[in-house]
């Protein structure tokens, strides 16, 4: 099984993992942080 890592600044995800929906998908992020730049780089279209 392949190791996950951050959508967004491609760090090895851990238990802290952040479950982020993005349309019809879930992508997995490391922290809040990078959770709130998936959301608007989503939102600032
Ligand atoms: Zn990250």
Not at 17 to 37: F, N, P, R, Y
Request: glycine letters at 2%; hydrophobic letters at 40%.
């Amino acid at each position: 099984m392949a190791e996950k890592t951050c959508a967004v600044c491609d760090d090895k995800l851990d238990a802290t993992v952040i479950e982020v929906k993005i349309g019809d998908q879930t992508v997995e992020v490391c922290c809040e942080e990078c959770a709130l730049k998936l959301r608007e780089a989503r939102t600032a279209s």
